[in-house]
């Protein structure tokens, strides 16, 4: 797989393209240790992901919790530094970069996160957190054209100018929202990677930043990078939608296709379990329920990583080989290997009974300990 | 209010005395203790050539009946007591006390350390086998069973009654070599004793040792049935290790024991008015305010040293801080010890004439490093903090200026003093026995001392004059130059300050008859009786 | 958890080491010590600078530290020099651990056996003039210096209440097994000695018990709050548990974590407070020299004495810590 | 007669410094025998608050609850502590969101599970394990044996919440109130609990009260239907009714505002303007009356009363004629 | 008409207003409770007391004036009299300007070791926090060491270890001991406020390293570290009359500290309890005025306090 990636790298940047990543991998170290901490294991949480984004299109991303979503988000922008691939941005290899140009070029790359109080400094008002990116990239020219900036940045997320003085706390969620996206157009990025942007706001509230995302990406051709765990969400504002289990990536089509066509089992499983709030769909719809639970990334199931639950799983190969993300329709990439089958009807679904998730003891870093560990650490009131 | 009990020989046969103690005996040696606790303990199982009158300090026969010397003081004759016995049943002679000679002179090793014999280094000098440091002890022969012979390399004032300190107790020749006694070694910053020093003390006195209870802080002796002289009364003598006063006070009030040193001042009125026996002792110390020439010029002249002794009210600080019986001192020793000068004036709190002398020497705006302790209480100083607030208000009130240092008494105080750090300090001694040498002798006798008395011409003198009135083998001759040089310390040289003398307190029940409070708190518990 | 052990037990020994090495060098090179304290007021320039070459105290320290570490492997760190002139530290400490083991075991009884109730029931009375008036109360308790507490149990006190205000001292003299004077009195039947050892160990624990009680009330009181906002009580509330039940198993089971915790770290408060509470009276103890050595400059005893609580403190935490796993099913796996 | 009657339920928060604040204002529903009602709304709209009052858990002090709840004829509000314990699990069951913080991490499952056997059923503990056992293997907890002696933070989330589901059916209540049962869980997660629950409650008839934000939820689930808004029921309709037509402003704007994964990508989606906390901080008219496109004046002085309008229950002075599906389109 | 116009203008001005900060809501719950006031009220009487202390003293702590009625041999010492309401100590020196003077001292003692401890803890626990890896890894076993002895234990040691005991080695015994605790909790903020979204934020914005931890991390760590300095101004008037008690504290008492008052007067205190009772009550009830405020505040800045 990795060289597949490898040799297709050159023909795949084409103009188009702004942000290709290449066979990612983060593997966060479980440590254990007597007196020195020894790696024991590894959390896969990205496990080889190859993805393509075009300029001024959204990709989303899609998945369930745990998957490796916002892990690769911040892989990408190297808030994690990957343990493997690189990211080529706009013909650089961003994931090369150091220091200084490492900084520089952040500016384009920017980030959008799922809950908008954490992520604005409460001890900033909105003028600072937007003047900060200016400044760091000596956009800030005067008082007078960044006042003006501003204005035009508050203007855009639809917040009143009056907004600048006041502190992130004197905001509703969504209002607060639009503060971070806000930060983020400042410093004139190209791509915006977007964490759960609608996720922590109120349903009523999600479809005012859904419909200012695309507002903005019309207005600034952006390119966005949306992730998310509502599949509607993403199939709402996304062109091509990637389908994540386990680290690693499933399925990648334009979003009509996806849902019109599913070919991953999963993404079928995943369609499926989506409520619609219209009783008369939801009385006629099948449901393909998955068994059991999705495995810890700490102990990733060999093969095809969704074997476990598959309920088109065969005999040979699922369990040995990991399928490699291949394009079966123009423009619709499946990892399975068994995707034609499944789609001509030659293959059947059949009963899983539910394998237990073993934690490996203590391995997952998911398990908070409570209690101190130590004395010392007790000691913090 | 001081009951002196004098009523020996009254009193109840058995029972037991309970004592409190302040700290656990080190050892049971003598030879090797240096400390008051383990005296008391020791000096219940010991006696030695001679001893001290009860309640003086005055020498008187013990072991020895009567003792003689040549003219030149050089060679001494001892008659010793017969029928004596040590506890392990040996008998006491000739022989054995010159085996007990023999062996302190002959101490070897780690025991020839300063903190081990430090009794004798103080008081005889060197070793057999140290050349470079000479000792004052030459040899010991038994003439015959009851006749020793000591002769010494000089004369000194001193002897013999340095052999009534417990130190210079005489132990069982048998047992000393039995309990390896003088096995001394040292281990990291210390020192470890032998099991005679430990477990077996063997003496000649009234009492026997009995145990040394570690578990219960008790030290129990026994009396000695097969005694010499009058028997103990006491069934038991027992020591209880109380380190806290408060915890002394409150038990010797619950009754848990009968009596203990060193009763704080301010406690001796309640303690009387609850019915204890509060056994005044003669004020055998003298406090002082040490002068150190050496750091400000200033101080080498003899009217700013005047100056300061004029401007501290000691007569005031004598009344307001010191225990009742205290006496302002007009000289370096109390008027009880051969020497004492009656003839010096009492220097009386003159402020004014202060503030002139200090003008005269040109010494205005004077600023001296005042030293005191913390971490101590003395018999001379029960409060140190208090003593030494009433003296810096004075001297700042003469227009002095301080810069104060206070430092634990072990933990830097001493050095400094010794290392000349401070320019005025808080000091004082206890006397050991009756003879001018143990006082003005020990502060005044090198150049080299705490005073710094060197920096002055006079300094040299002094102590050549100190030298050799020590010499001096006759009596009268003696007293008379102790006498000239105390006058002429406290007229034309003030080498410091003496402050007062103040009495140390013992403090018993009611019914604890027969021991006599002494100036050297030699108190022996064999004549006394409880009940 | 055995590696989690060993792995304490290796910091442990690496903390003493470096602590011991700390301690000795700046004892060392402070004026005064064992020659002072040997010497006394009657020492001469030459005594002095002979004791010191004799003791070998004028070689650098870290040779002085390297034999110190040989004679302190066997078990002698010197020799006490002001808490009990002549007794060798490492006796010193064993003879008086016993006693501050068991004041600080009866302190600590006491802190808990009225501190957790009284913490519970302060947190199920939320705001209630009880709850304000013990949590102001716990607040006092550890805003009184602990020696004046002791000065007060022990001159108000012990007359009202006709205790003995002397800690230990005095206590009765007996045969002595164990040197816990409690325990003794049981194992060889000497009945009064047991009930004198309880008579004196009252007052003390109770001024030693003020800190560790407060700190118990208030964070059982915290806990316990916390516990009766989590979800799974209520989840037992509609169970339709009865209080009892819902207490015990529910409630009292999980407030205990932090609490488990807050008495290991207690351990600290009573080894300091025992300096202080075996001070005021006269509690033979491994407090009271601590304070006699402070006082008297005794560095032998005070560096054994330090390294030692270093080392009880940090193994009863390491217990406390292991004992956690005993409740704490999460913390098992490791 | 309806297993349980809520009339008029208003729970009143009095907070030390500050002015009481209304969670529930006057809610009133029916839920029959055997029926699954749902109670939707946005995050912090009462309807915990409406769950944990029917069931009694509420707080003691500095929470006023008045109105009535009628179980099976018992007036739920008026009995003692120790009565209602007894119903509680037993006639009643429920179901909380959050399944780790829910059950109790220092106590096996099986513990957890058959304490309520213990209690309710009077069962040994011995029986009381056996039966948790099956009950475990009823909710589809494989190796349901093993799992007895495990503790919540061993199992996943599903797991977990299906354990919370034996312990609220160990004695089968009559009725069964679930809150948010799978707002913690993924989809493919959510859509087996979701299964599993309708199982359940057909299996053995228990009523269901399903609290949840989520419209696609009850739209699959549910009989009948209550929207909350601010802590008052304003619109109460069977399932297709309510979906087909929304008159209430805002449940027409919320249906208008969620992406809907069956719709054709590019339809725009059209928000309900500011946000939750935009209420009208007076007792006189209409919460939603700040966000409402519809409002009059009126709805600013006035609260609109529950009425029966069309077949259905509403509060609106001007409810969204129904077969006008454009709402005036919002400013962002 | 006009009445609902100006309630959709006021709705509109509300609902900009919405949400309320966690400082905003804390001071606003702090203000209503009685604890807290009682505490800040302690507090600022103290602090103002101690600021005009040498005005208020009618004498001079230090000058002996009434020693002619100090005469230890009976345990007498200057009873209350005109010009001298609470009498002598046991130097015959005014008790009453000792008193107030020692308010100041105390107050010097508190804030002084509060401030060392709080400058240390600052420095390590931004070490530890803002740079990470070997660096937090040494700093962090400094500060396991440090905290392996019981803290007033350490604080006696380290005040044992001055050759000269002064008021200046009371503040550092009693600051040192609190540089682990400060360090500890900076850090443990400093750590959490790193895997913070801002602080990812400002990162991905480009922002300069060190303009995150100065203008970001660290003041937003802060809010727990000033709670914990008012709790710690209370402990260190307590301990330092623990060390005063031991012997170990500032020897000179000419312009005395409070705990150096009620460690000094062992001795007499079965016979004039009142030398010890004065300084302990005025003690005990300054460390509660902090403590009170430092628990309220702590209380009413917690998260989880917020409904
Ligand atoms: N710093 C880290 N150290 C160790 N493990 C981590 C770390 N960050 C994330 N993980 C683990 O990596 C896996 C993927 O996490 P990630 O946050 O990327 O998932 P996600 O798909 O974004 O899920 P969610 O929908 O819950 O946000 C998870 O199992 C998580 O526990
Ligand atoms: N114990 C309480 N004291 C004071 N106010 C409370 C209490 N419990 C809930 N509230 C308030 O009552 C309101 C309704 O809360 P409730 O928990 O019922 O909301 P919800 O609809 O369940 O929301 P969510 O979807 O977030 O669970 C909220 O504003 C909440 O802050
Ligand atoms: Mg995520
Ligand atoms: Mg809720």
New interface residues.
């Given amino acids: 797989m990795t060289e597949l990636s490898a040799s297709s790298a050159g023909t795949r940047t084409s103009a188009e393209t702004l942000v290709s990543v290449e066979d990612m991998k983060v593997h966060f170290p479980i440590k254990r240790g007597v007196l020195l901490d020894r790696t024991v294991g590894y959390v896969y949480a990205v496990d080889g992901v190859d993805l393509e984004i075009k300029r001024g299109e959204t990709y989303g991303l899609v998945g369930e919790s745990g998957c490796g979503k916002s892990t690769l988000g911040r892989a990408m922008l190297r808030l994690t530094e990957p343990t493997n691939g690189r990211m080529i941005f706009d013909g650089t290899d961003f994931s090369s970069l150091k220091g200084e140009e490492l900084r520089t070029t952040r500016r384009r790359i920017q980030m959008v996160f799922q809950d908008p109080l954490s992520s604005l400094d409460p001890r900033q008002s909105v003028e600072s957190i937007l003047v900060e990116g200016l400044r760091a990239h000596g956009m800030d020219k005067g008082k007078e054209s960044t006042g003006k900036r501003l204005r035009e940045l508050l203007a855009a997320v639809g917040l009143p100018a009056k907004s600048l003085r006041k502190y992130p706390h004197e905001f509703s969620g969504g209002q607060r929202q639009r503060i971070g996206i806000a930060r983020a157009l400042a410093v004139e990025p190209d791509l915006i990677v977007a964490d759960e942007p609608v996720s922590a706001l109120d349903v009523s509230v999600q479809a005012q930043v859904v419909n200012l995302l695309q507002e903005l990406q019309d207005q600034f051709g952006l390119t966005f990078l949306v992730i998310a765990h509502d599949l509607a969400v993403v199939k709402h504002i996304s062109d091509r939608v990637g389908v994540m289990y386990l680290g690693g990536l499933v399925e990648e089509a334009t979003a009509d296709d996806l849902y019109a066509e599913p070919l991953h089992p999963y993404t079928r499983a995943l369609l499926s379990a989506v409520p619609v709030p219209d009783p008369q769909v939801e009385d006629r719809r099948e449901r393909i329920l998955l068994a059991g639970d999705l495995p810890s990334p700490a102990n990733p199931p060999s093969g095809c990583r969704f074997h476990t639950r598959c309920p088109w799983r065969q005999q040979t190969k699922c369990d040995t080989d990991r399928p490699v993300l291949r394009e079966i329709k123009p423009g619709h990439k499946v990892a399975c290997h068994w995707a034609e089958d499944i789609e001509a009807g030659k293959i059947k679904p059949h009963e899983v009974a539910p394998i237990l998730v073993e934690e490996m003891d203590g391995m997952s870093p998911d398990i908070p300990l409570v209690g101190p560990a130590s004395v010392t650490e007790a000691l913090n009131p | 209010t001081s009951e002196r009990g004098s009523d020996t020989g009254s009193g109840k046969v058995g029972g037991t005395f309970t004592f409190g103690a302040a700290g656990a005996p080190k050892l049971f040696d003598p030879f090797y203790a240096t400390d008051g606790e383990t005296f008391r303990v020791s000096r219940q199982m010991y006696e030695g050539l001679v001893g001290f009158k009860p309640g003086t300090a005055e020498v008187e026969p013990a072991l020895a009946t009567k003792w003689e010397s040549t003219p030149d003081g050089k060679t001494w004759t001892f008659t010793l007591k017969e029928g004596v016995k040590f506890h392990d049943g040996t008998p006491f002679n000739a022989e054995a006390t010159c085996v007990n000679f023999n062996r302190w002179y002959n101490q070897k090793g780690a025991a020839q350390s300063d903190a081990v014999s430090q009794y004798w280094l103080d008081n005889f000098g060197g070793f057999a086998d140290t050349p470079d440091k000479p000792s004052l002890y030459k040899s010991c022969t038994a003439k015959d069973a009851k006749t020793a012979v000591v002769e010494l390399t000089g004369a000194t004032s001193q002897f013999p009654s340095v052999l009534g300190f417990t130190s210079f107790s005489i132990s069982s020749p048998e047992a000393l070599k039995k309990y390896d006694a003088d096995n001394v070694v040292q281990a990291g910053d210390s020192f470890t004793y032998p099991a005679y020093a430990n477990e077996h003390p063997t003496g000649t006195g009234p009492f026997k040792f009995g145990k040394f209870d570690k578990a219960n802080n008790v030290v129990e002796l026994v009396r000695n049935d097969d005694y010499h002289g009058d028997k103990a009364k006491l069934d038991k003598v027992v020591f209880r290790i109380i380190p806290d006063e408060t915890a002394r006070k409150q038990a010797l009030e619950a009754g848990d024991i009968d009596g203990y040193d060193l009763p704080n001042a301010a406690d001796w009125k309640g303690l009387q008015d609850k019915g204890f026996n509060v056994a005044i002792r003669p004020a055998f110390n003298v406090m002082y305010l040490g002068i150190n020439q050496k750091n400000n010029p200033k101080l080498q002249d003899l009217k700013v040293r005047q100056a300061i002794m004029s401007a501290i009210n000691r007569e005031q600080l004598v009344k307001s801080q010191l225990p009742e019986g205290a006496k302002v001192a007009t000289q370096f020793m109390p008027d009880t010890i051969n020497g004492f000068n009656k003839s010096v004036p009492e220097v009386k709190y003159d402020l004014e004439k202060a503030k002139s002398l200090l003008k005269e020497a040109g010494a205005e705006g004077l600023t001296l490093k005042f030293y005191w302790p913390t971490e101590v209480t003395r018999p001379y100083m029960p409060s140190p903090k208090d003593i030494y607030g009433a003296i810096a208000g004075d001297l700042e009130k003469a227009g002095i200026k301080l810069d104060t240092v206070s430092k634990p008494w072990n933990g830097g105080y001493l050095t400094d003093v010794d290392n000349g750090v401070p320019d005025l300090f808080l000091l004082g001694w206890t006397g050991d026995n009756g003879t001018a040498q143990n006082w003005i002798g020990t502060f005044f006798g090198r150049t080299d001392n705490r005073f710094n008395t060197g920096a002055s011409a006079w300094g040299k003198s002094l102590a050549d004059a100190l030298a050799a009135a020590n010499s001096e083998p006759d009596e009268a001759k003696r007293t008379q130059m102790y006498s000239d040089l105390n006058k002429k310390i406290m007229e034309e040289y003030l080498p410091a300050i003496p402050v007062s003398h103040s009495p140390p307190a013992l403090v018993l029940k009611k019914d604890i008859k027969g021991i006599v409070p002494s100036p050297l708190t030699d108190e022996k518990f064999g004549p006394a009786s409880k009940g | 958890m055995l590696r989690y052990t060993i792995r304490r037990l290796i910091q442990l020994v690496g903390v003493v080491l470096v602590l011991s090495l700390l301690l000795f060098a700046w004892l060392r090179s402070l004026p005064g010590g064992p020659v002072s304290a040997l010497l006394g007021e009657r020492a001469t320039p030459e005594s002095r600078a002979a004791l010191t070459k004799q003791l070998g105290l004028d070689q650098p320290i870290l040779i002085q530290y390297f034999k110190f570490l040989g004679r302190a492997l066997s078990g002698d760190f010197g020799v006490s020099n002001g808490v009990q002139p002549g007794d060798s530290a490492m006796e010193i400490f064993l003879q008086r651990f016993p006693a501050t083991v068991e004041l600080s075991v009866f302190a600590l009884v006491i802190a808990i056996v009225f501190g957790i109730p009284l913490g519970y029931l302060a947190a199920k009375r939320r705001g209630t003039w009880f709850d304000n008036s013990s949590v102001i109360g716990s607040l006092v308790g550890v805003a009184i210096p602990v020696f004046f507490l002791a000065y007060v149990l022990k001159d108000v006190f012990s007359k009202a209440l006709g205790l003995p205000s002397t800690g230990r001292q005095d206590a009765i003299e007996a045969t002595r097994v164990t040197g816990f004077f409690t325990l003794d009195g049981i194992l060889t039947g000497e009945w009064d000695a047991t009930f004198n050892a309880l008579e004196h160990l009252i007052l003390p624990a109770l001024a030693l018990s003020s800190i560790p009680f407060a700190v118990i009330f208030r964070i059982t009181r915290a806990a316990v709050l916390d516990v009766l906002d989590e979800d799974f009580v209520r989840t037992a509330e509609s169970k339709g548990l009865t209080a009892q039940v819902i207490r015990r198993r529910h409630v009292l089971r999980n407030a205990m974590l932090p609490v488990v915790t807050t008495v290991g770290l207690q351990t600290g408060a009573l080894l300091s407070g025992a300096v202080l509470t075996e001070k005021v009276f006269g509690f033979a103890g491994v407090g009271e020299a601590l304070a006699l050595g402070f006082e008297r400059r005794d560095y032998p005893v005070l560096l054994l004495l330090i390294i030692m609580a270093t080392i009880v403190y940090v193994l009863v935490n390491l217990l406390v810590d292991l004992s956690y796993a005993l409740i704490d099913p999460r913390i098992r796996a490791r | 007669m309806a297993l349980l009657e809520v009339r008029d339920l208003t729970v009143v928060f009095e907070?030390?410094?500050e002015d009481p604040f209304r969670a529930v204002d006057g809610v009133s529903f029916d839920v029959e025998p055997g029926q699954t009602v749902g109670l939707v709304g946005?995050?912090g709209c009462g309807k915990s608050v409406t769950s944990?009052a029917i069931?009694g858990?509420l707080p003691k002090?500095g929470a006023r609850v008045t109105g009535s709840v009628v179980y099976d004829g018992t007036e739920l509000l008026k009995l003692s502590d120790r009565e209602?314990?007894?119903?509680?699990?037993?006639d009643?069951?429920?179901v909380?969101q959050?399944p780790l913080?829910?059950?109790?991490?220092?106590?096996p499952i099986g513990?957890q599970v058959s304490?309520?056997l213990e209690?309710?059923r009077g069962m040994s503990r011995k029986e009381a394990m056996s039966e948790a056992k099956d009950l475990l293997d009823k909710v589809?907890i494989?190796?349901p044996n093993r799992r007895l002696t495990e503790?919540p933070?061993?199992l996943?989330?599903?797991?977990r919440q299906r354990a919370?589901i034996a312990?609220?059916l160990a004695c089968r209540p009559k009725l069964l109130i679930a809150d948010e049962p799978t707002t913690a869980l993924?989809?493919?997660?959510?859509?087996?609990i979701?299964?599993l629950m309708k199982e359940l409650v057909q299996d053995l008839g228990t009523a269901l009260v399903m609290i949840t934000?989520?419209?696609?939820?009850?739209?699959?689930l549910c009989d009948e239907v209550n929207v909350l808004y601010a802590g008052k029921v304003v619109e109460k309709a069977m399932?297709?009714e309510l979906?087909?037509r929304p008159r209430h402003p805002y449940t027409h704007?919320?249906?208008?505002?969620?992406?809907?994964?069956?719709a054709?990508?590019g339809e725009?989606?059209?928000?309900?303007?500011?946000?939750?906390?935009?209420n009208?901080?007076w007792a006189q008219?209409c919460a939603f009356a700040?966000?409402c496109p519809n409002a009059l004046?009126l709805c600013?002085?006035e609260t609109p009363a529950e009425e029966d309008q069309l077949g259905r229950l509403l509060r609106c002075h001007n409810p969204v004629v129904p077969g006008t599906p454009a709402v005036e389109e919002v400013?962002? | 008409m006009a009445l609902g116009v100006t309630k959709k203008e006021k709705i509109d001005d509300l609902a900009e207003s919405a949400g309320v900060s966690l400082a905003a809501s804390a001071w606003k719950r702090l203000r209503r409770s009685p604890v807290f006031l009682i505490g800040a009220g302690i507090t600022a009487v103290f602090v103002v007391l101690s600021i005009l202390s040498p005005w208020l003293a009618p004498h001079d702590p230090g000058d002996p004036m009434l020693i002619t009625q100090v005469i230890k041999a009976r345990n007498e010492i200057p009873a209350p009299q005109p010009g001298h309401p609470l009498g002598g100590d046991l130097q015959g020196r005014d008790f009453l300007s000792r008193m107030l003077v020692g308010s100041q001292q105390t107050l010097i003692v508190g804030v002084g070791a509060t401030l060392i401890g709080l400058t240390g803890g600052l420095i390590l626990g931004t070490l530890a926090g803002a740079i990470g890896g070997w660096v937090d890894s040494v700093v962090m076993r400094l500060v396991d060491v440090m905290l392996s002895l019981p803290a007033l234990l350490l604080a006696f040691s380290i005040a044992a270890m001055f050759a000269r005991p002064s008021q200046f080695s009371v503040i550092i015994a009693i600051s040192i001991v609190q540089i682990p605790v400060f360090a500890r909790l900076l850090r443990g903020s400093m750590l959490a406020q790193r895997g913070s979204d801002h602080v990812l934020a400002a990162t991905s914005l480009g922002v300069k390293r060190g303009a995150i931890i100065f203008r970001h991390m660290l003041p937003n760590s802060l809010g727990p570290v000033i709670v914990q300095s008012t709790l710690v101004l209370a402990t260190a008037i307590i301990e330092a009359a623990a060390l005063s008690f031991l012997g170990l504290g500032n020897p000179n008492d000419r312009v005395p500290e409070w705990g150096q008052m009620l460690g000094d007067v062992q001795k007499v205190f079965d016979t004039h309890p009142h030398l010890a009772v004065w300084p302990a009550v005025c003690i005990i009830i300054v460390a509660l005025g902090f403590t009170l405020m430092g628990e309220t505040l702590r209380e009413a800045l917690d998260p989880k306090n917020r409904r």
């Fill in positions: 907070r030390k410094g946005e995050s944990l069931m858990l002090r209602m314990r007894d119903r509680r699990g037993r009643l069951g429920m909380f959050d913080s829910s059950l109790n991490p220092v106590i513990v304490e309520v209690r309710h589809g494989p190796d503790y933070h061993q996943s989330g599903g797991m919370l312990i609220a993924d989809v493919t997660i959510q859509a087996q979701l299964a934000h989520d419209l696609g939820v009850v739209a699959g399932r297709h979906f087909a704007g919320l249906l208008a505002s969620i992406p809907r994964l069956d054709p990508r725009k989606l059209t928000p309900i303007k500011g946000s939750v906390s935009d009208i901080p008219g700040p966000r004046d600013f002085s400013p962002v």
